[in-house]
């Protein structure tokens, strides 16, 4: 891939969904600083390293939904501050980093859905003053930490559909 992009240094938009890219490293993207709308969805991705996007730094929209990530590096996301959709579900997360947000202050719309996610700390999301889209449907969330979300974020239209929820109080 990195090839073929590094000629397209004005490229602001790019749609690579529905392949079969394994990986991605800084130099995919390496010439690509205008990049505002990124989609890798269902792919074969399985791990980003922590510097992948760090050359995006105009980046608004990142779609890496559908792919085979476990996990997350903390600072993955630290020069996308003009992100402001990010669509991370239908992976396998089974935790978000504590600080992984930080540097997201345009951050409007966040989908989690269907992940593995068990706990979800409020103050992830710290940061993310303009979020008002929370999508964390079909995780495994106890009651306890989807009454926690709720009361920090009530403004925020959230998902919670399909987790393991028993009641509501």
Known sequence: IEKCLGNLKKLEKLEIYNNKINSITVRTFEHNNKLKDLNLSHNNIKEFPYDSFSNLVELEKLYISGNKIE?????????????????????????????????L????????????????????????RKLYHLDLEDNNLSEENKKEIREVYGDLIINLRLNQIKRIS
């Open 105 to 128: 202050v345009d951050l409007e719309g966040l989908n989690l859905y269907k992940n593995q996610l068990t706990n979800v700390s409020v103050s992830v999301f710290k940061n993310n």
């Open 71 to 103: 996990s997350i590096e903390t600072n993955l996301f630290r020069n996308n501050r003009k992100l402001t959709h990010l669509l991370l579900n239908k992976n396998k997360l089974k935790t978000i980093p504590q600080n992984v947000f930080d540097n």
